[in-house]
């Protein structure tokens, strides 16, 4: 059982450079979120996705794109990398928005930008 | 807007009871969740509450009241492997997305 993987687990890249963040679940889960976590900020929404072909922002879109072809992938994109984007990502995707369906989260990526 | 509030830090011993606090102000509410999450590691789905009062999984309990806009986390029996990060997030407003306060670290001491 899978679950949800995210790829790579580390990352360190440059300012300017585009980067990719993969998001894979197996649980044919229709929700999918992406989040940071920051020291004193939490987890933040960045992009979350209610099924296949449907995207919308969350708390702090600016500078990522996601999209989502398939219901099992949500890749995250950094399309010019920032400092202020180094931080820990979490993927997580829920069976949906019903009151009491609990998020699922995977390990995390922690990207670096230097 | 939505805003939580936990406290940043907490310590308390092993085999103790401990009592995680967060309150809340949301435009709209649809359930809490308690999330933990051990260093380096991802968050884990500890319990929900929609309706006002107690909810009890084995050591853990989570209170609500939605009048107060008020839940704890009651963790009994303390164990050295209790010591993480406990989160609160709501589920409530125009969006119905959850929002996360910014956790409260727990260090449990021998």
């Not at chain 1, 920032?82 to 993927?91: H, L, N």
């Not at chain 2, 805003?3 to 949301?26: K, L, R, S």
Request: one cysteine or more; glycine letters at 10%; charged letters at 15%.
């Amino acid at each position: 059982d899978a679950g949800i993987t995210q790829s790579p687990r580390y990352k360190i890249t440059e300012t300017g450079r585009q980067v990719t963040l993969m998001c894979h679940q197996t649980w044919s889960h229709s929700y999918m979120f992406w989040y940071r976590q920051d020291l004193g900020h939490g987890l933040r929404l960045i992009y979350y996705s209610a099924a296949a072909d449907i995207t919308d922002k969350g708390e702090v879109p600016d500078g990522y794109v996601v999209s989502r072809s398939k219901t099992e992938n949500f890749p995250l994109t950094l399309e010019s990398a920032t400092r202020s984007q180094t931080s820990v990502y979490f993927c997580a995707s829920s069976v949906q928005t019903g009151p009491n369906q609990p998020q699922h989260f995977g390990d995390g990526t922690r990207l670096s930008i230097l | 807007g939505q805003n939580i509030d936990q406290p940043t830090e907490m310590t308390a011993t092993e085999g103790a009871i401990v009592q995680i606090n967060c309150t809340y102000q949301t435009s709209g509410f649809n359930g809490l969740f308690w999330y933990q999450q051990h260093a380096g590691e991802a968050p884990t789905f500890l319990s929900y509450n929609v309706l006002d009062g107690l909810e009890e999984k084995g050591r853990f309990s989570s209170f609500l009241s939605r009048s107060k806009g008020y839940s704890y986390l009651l963790l009994k029996e303390l164990q050295m492997k209790d010591s993480a990060s406990y989160l609160c997030a709501v589920k409530g407003g125009a969006t119905n997305k959850l929002i996360f306060g910014t956790g409260t670290l727990l260090a449990v001491q021998p």
